[in-house]
């Protein structure tokens, strides 16, 4: 399975973030499936945003799920992270991930 991340790489503080990661190799609604969004902040260690499974339920970490939201697009085989109201604290580099299989990552700055 093969993903890849897309997204702008420069968002104002305030503003809504959306990224897409597209699936190849393998369905997002295959039973068992699930699928995650998970970012790296500068000089930090991986953090959990949160997950979409094949079902389309949604579970996302605490610190964030005021903010969170994962949708997804079967016709597109893809899953979309939209986080509000963002800060310079979201600046990071963001994954998807099924968990075996990772994008290559896309780095989003949040700044003025």
């Known amino acids: 399975v093969q993903l890849q991340e897309s997204g702008p790489g420069l968002v104002k503080p305030s503003q809504t973030l959306s990224l897409t990661c597209t699936v190849s190799?393998?369905?997002?609604?295959?039973?068992?499936?699930?699928w995650r969004w998970i970012r790296q902040p500068p000089g930090k260690g991986l953090e959990c945003i949160g997950t979409?499974?094949?079902?389309?339920?949604?579970t996302y970490s605490s610190s964030l799920k005021n903010r969170t939201s994962i949708t997804w697009d079967t016709s597109k085989n893809q899953f979309t992270l939209h986080l509000t109201s963002v800060i310079p604290e979201d600046t990071a580099v963001y994954f998807c991930?099924?968990?075996?299989?990772w994008g290559q990552g896309t780095q989003v700055t949040v700044s003025s």
């Open positions: 979409i499974n094949y079902s389309g339920r949604n």
């Open positions: 991930t099924n968990y075996l299989d």
């Open positions: 190799g393998g369905s997002i609604t295959t039973n068992g499936n699930a």
